[in-house]
């Protein structure tokens, strides 16, 4: 598949790239970004693949969180694709920021007008990585995934509905429970429809409960000041003591004076890079 780049700019000794091609499974161009370490130019890299929030695009992360530093140092080749298929021209796509463009929330739609183009979880788990895999130097049996709010949410599932794929997983400020939240309500009775046992094939508290086993190592930072924490959006208590019931080892973090911004995400990406880099370099 044809890949056309749009960027690439050098940093810490590495390239950070830019990348458009036609998705298959969203049925439109897609940009991602990938950032590719000084060891890239001399063998196989492992892949950590990170997803956004609400209204993100490719940009945010490679722009804000200051990540490459440390991927450069761990030697990760880093993949942040877009939060949802872009100019699909549907009907009410555009009308609000917590649904359609900007907010695919990681599901595959099963309702009109939006499954023929919004099958992000598809997209994130299976045709992003095969592109990545055929076209960059990383180890295809080397990967993990982490990200932020939404994208928080959907590194869980990814993980959680994959077991073995992913080597860890990890997330700042993540909804950890959208079957019970406003925003996770919203989405899925408009992607999944309003069946909601169908719902909970999309919700890491629920998944964590029927999570069959291989050893899965999850790190969660949340800011203590994070308003959508406090407005219950984000739900970290349900997911915890879900995982404390399977007993799945999870570090829950909770971060004094911080908020759901990318100044939270840049103090402890270290900390994450670190956290992932020990599986895929294990």
């Not at 100019?87 to 929330?105: R, Y």
């Not at 990890?170 to 939240?181: E, G, K, M, T, Y």
Request: net charge neutral; aromatic share 12%; with cysteine.
């Amino acid at each position: 598949m044809a890949l056309k780049q749009i960027s690439s700019n050098k940093c810490f000794g590495g390239l950070q790239k830019v990348f458009e091609h036609d998705s298959v499974e969203l049925n439109c161009k897609m940009k991602f970004a990938v950032y590719l370490p000084p060891k890239a130019e001399t063998g196989k890299c492992p892949a950590l693949y990170w997803l956004s929030g609400l209204t993100c695009t490719e940009q945010n992360f490679i722009s804000k969180s200051g990540y490459h530093q440390s991927a450069s140092e761990h030697g990760l080749v880093v993949i942040a694709p877009d939060t949802s298929p872009r100019g699909c021209n549907i009907k009410g796509e555009d009308e609000s920021w917590d649904f359609g463009t900007g907010a695919g929330f990681y599901v595959d739609a099963t309702e009109d007008p939006w499954k023929t183009n919004y099958r992000m979880y598809s997209y994130v788990t299976e045709e992003l990585p095969q592109l990545i895999n055929a076209n960059f130097p990383v180890d295809p049996q080397r990967m993990s995934i982490f990200g932020h709010s939404m994208g928080g949410h959907g590194a869980l599932i990814c993980a959680l509905k994959n077991p073995g794929k992913y080597k860890s997983v990890s997330a700042f400020a993540p909804i950890c429970n959208p079957v019970l939240c406003p925003w996770g309500k919203k989405a899925f009775s408009g992607y999944l429809g309003t069946d909601q046992s169908k719902w909970k094939a999309y919700d890491a508290t629920h998944l964590v409960k029927s999570y069959p086993g291989s050893q899965l190592d999850i790190l969660i930072d949340q800011g203590k000041d994070d308003q959508f924490l406090l407005d219950g959006q984000l739900l970290p208590d349900n997911f915890i003591a879900a995982c404390t019931e399977k007993k799945i080892p999870v570090v829950f973090r909770l971060q004094e004076g911080y908020d759901h911004s990318y100044y939270f995400i840049a103090t402890f990406i270290a900390d994450h890079i670190r956290h992932h880099a020990k599986y895929l370099n294990a």
